[in-house]
């Protein structure tokens, strides 16, 4: 299947590593222009170069950005567009809020996770949405989690913020629709990233199990009997967030290997 992304150009943020990266990977193997972001220029540079050897697609630049900061997405947005000319892809990506129960949370850590996983989505969406609507097409995914279907133990910030994203996204797929704007949201289950090798050694030190034990009760509550990779999450994202998709909007799904159990 032809995704229809080639020279298309794409933003993909939090994308130094893990998730973000490897849609960022398939995008470049797609043949689009890709404009990878994170706070730290010295892991996307190392990025940039592993995406360029993996796929021999030399479309990929860099530029730093904290999504949890409203004039640093601003500038990243007009800098992508000054650069290549518009957007036709947006990927709404950051680091996970920390982990944690009800009692453990601080205004201070709610405040701090809002502006990175909500806001930041909210912030990115208002800066490209013009462009968007200039070219009357376009395509966003936002990459939340699977706490958008069914609350994750022990992740009560996800739990609250996530389903905020999935509500937006909604809206916004019904708002901009007349405008050929297709907007979903992909959760991950368990992929095999740093965030989900920090998360089971939290739960390791908090319930004072080995962290083989915990990663052995997780794999079992998965049926496929594994994490899934980076690249199986990606395959989902590129389709979604490609011109080949034109009809699916508003929506969520989940990559989990049918650990969700919530229809
Ligand atoms: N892996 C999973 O199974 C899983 C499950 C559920 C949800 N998720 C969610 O999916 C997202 C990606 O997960 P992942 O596993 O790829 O995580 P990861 O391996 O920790 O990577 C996170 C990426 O986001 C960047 N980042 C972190 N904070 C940022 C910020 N404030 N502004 C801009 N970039 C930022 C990091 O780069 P810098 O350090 O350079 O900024 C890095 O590139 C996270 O929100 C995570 O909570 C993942």
């Known amino acids: 299947m032809d995704l229809l992304l080639q020279q ?7 994308a130094s590593q893990g998730l973000g990266k490897a849609v960022a990977t398939l995008f470049a193997k797609e043949g689009a222009t890709v404009f990878i972001s994170s706070r730290s220029k010295e892991k996307l540079e190392q990025a940039k170069q592993a995406i360029i050897e993996e796929t ?15 004039a640093q997405i601003e500038q990243l947005v007009d800098t992508v567009v000054n650069q290549a000319g518009t957007i036709d892809v947006l990927i709404n990506n950051a680091g996970g809020p920390p982990a944690g129960k009800f009692l453990d949370m601080t205004d201070d850590i709610w405040m701090k996770s809002v502006e990175q996983n909500l806001l930041s989505v909210v912030r990115a969406t208002r800066h490209v949405l013009p462009h968007m609507q200039k070219q009357q097409a376009g395509r966003i995914v936002n990459i939340t989690s699977s706490s958008i279907k069914q609350s994750i133990d022990n992740l009560i910030v996800s739990n609250t913020l996530r389903p905020g994203v999935y509500g937006l996204t909604k809206s916004l797929a019904q708002e901009f629709a007349d405008e050929n704007i297709l907007v979903n949201t992909v959760g991950p289950g368990k992929i095999g990233t740093d965030r989900m090798t920090q998360l089971l050694e939290n739960t390791a030190e908090t319930t004072g199990k080995s962290f083989a034990e915990v990663e052995a009760e997780a794999l079992k509550e998965i049926p496929l009997g594994r994490l899934g990779t980076p690249e199986e999450f990606a395959t989902a994202v590129v389709f979604l967030a490609s011109f080949a998709n034109t ?8 990559v989990d290997g049918a650990s969700i159990k919530a229809l």
């Open 8 to 14: 298309k150009v794409v933003l993909v943020t939090g």
């Open 56 to 70: 021999n697609h030399h479309e990929i630049y860099v530029i730093p950005c904290d999504m949890s900061d409203a």
């Open 247 to 254: 009809y699916i909007t508003g929506q969520q799904l989940i």
